[in-house]
């Protein structure tokens, strides 16, 4: 007889036990270990990002600026290419580490310092020159400000140096740059030339003292010149000093001194024969030329226009004339010579129109600067009014040959070629009505619908 099977009997709390609790212990272990992985992952992860950048003054932005370790599957969320890093700003830039977000502050700063080459001097002892000349080739993102970096420096002695330029930029950054100097001493004090006595008439106005005079130095470009003029009298006749200095950078100075003679003339309180024989003389010339260019029945514009077309044409220009006081004198060496600077133009015309009877007086250039030249031109009274006239010869691309001023009024002398500047309120009213459209300064002749005045 076979033996009886057992039957089995399934047991709920052994599998409880054995089978369910080990796998739910197992699963719950699993998230555990998990979830621990995890947090530990982004606690790398936010270890390794920088809270806080600085980044240069136009650096591009990288994921390197951000992280000591750039993490797997890393990109930019917020659109750093849009960033202009030539901007000083702080930016929030978002980052994206594997599906974890990081957030770090941007600073775009300026850190540098400005760079440049020094420019090497060579000078004579004197003041310093500035220190924005002393560099080149300067380079920074934002403006540059150059100064001495120890105050300016004492270049009043010979010798070689290396001077620091300072360059600061506008966010403070600075840099040094050693210039070197090679200072000589300039001992030699500059030349004046062209001085010489003056003889000019008792009562004048003026005198051009520094017709003709020029002053050199060895290296100063535009040495200084005053003339002292304190003792000249020109109301009295009698010889007075007249004192020219020159001076350079650095203080080298010269002095001439000259005398002036302030001489009568006819219509002085004083009389001269010598003189009044230069004047009698000067309107003899004037009257055998007038007599070949004029007619009875002119009038006194015609005549006016005959005489300054007569200069312009027979009177050449040189840069001096013998003499620059007597304007007798300078209208005879004129006449006789036909060749003069400005002074013998103008004295010849005076003469010309003085035994016509026509009134004339002499206008003399303002001199705004110490190199400016003396120029002389008259005011001649025509149709009764003052009006500028100028023989000179006066040519250039916009000006051609034979072209002379003629009745001009104020505005139209200060338009015409070279400088006619003068001091307005020394000389009588001056016409304000134009009659250039009635002139033919190149012809020498006057229309006849000039409007004349009754």
Known sequence: MAPRQKKFKFNVIRFLGFVVLPLISGALLGVLGAYIFYNRAIADIESECLSEVNIEYGHEITLDCFFTEIPPNTDFITSVDKIDTGMLASYDIAIDCGGHVVHSILNVIDCTGPTANPVPVEMYAGKAPEPKTLVKDVFDLTDVHCTYNNGEPDLTKGGNFD???????????????????????????????????????VGSESVSYRDGVTVTDDFAENPTLEIDNSQVDLAHVGDYPLTYTATDDVGNMSTVTVKIHVIPIANAEVSSAVTQAYVDEAYRMAREI???????????????????????????????????????????????????????????????????????????????????NIHYWALVKLNGEWYHCDAQ???????????????????????????????????????????QNYINVYRGTINSNFPYKD
């Open 393 to 435: 010869k006066y040519f250039n691309d916009y000006t051609p040959k034979g072209y002379f001023c003629f009745m001009m009024t104020d505005k139209e002398i200060i338009n015409a070629p070279t400088n006619h500047n003068f001091a307005k309120d020394k000389y009588p009213d001056r016409s304000t009505t134009s009659v």
């Open 290 to 372: 007038n007599a070949k260019i004029l007619d009875d029945d002119d009038t006194d514009v015609e005549k006016a226009m005959k005489i300054f077309y007569w200069v312009h044409k027979n009177i050449s220009f040189i840069l001096s004339t013998p003499e620059y006081g007597n304007w007798a004198v300078a209208a005879i060496n004129t006449f006789t010579k036909r060749y003069s600077s400005c002074y013998g133009t103008w004295s010849v015309c005076k003469a010309m129109l003085d035994v016509e009877g026509i009134e004339n007086i002499c206008v003399i250039r303002e001199r705004k600067n110490s190199w400016d």
């Open 163 to 201: 001077i620091g330029v300072r360059l600061t930029d506008t966010n403070g950054n600075f840099s040094v740059i050693d210039v070197p100097f090679y200072i000589k001493q300039d001992v030699t004090a500059p030349v004046i030339s062209g001085v010489h006595d003056i003889d000019v008439m």
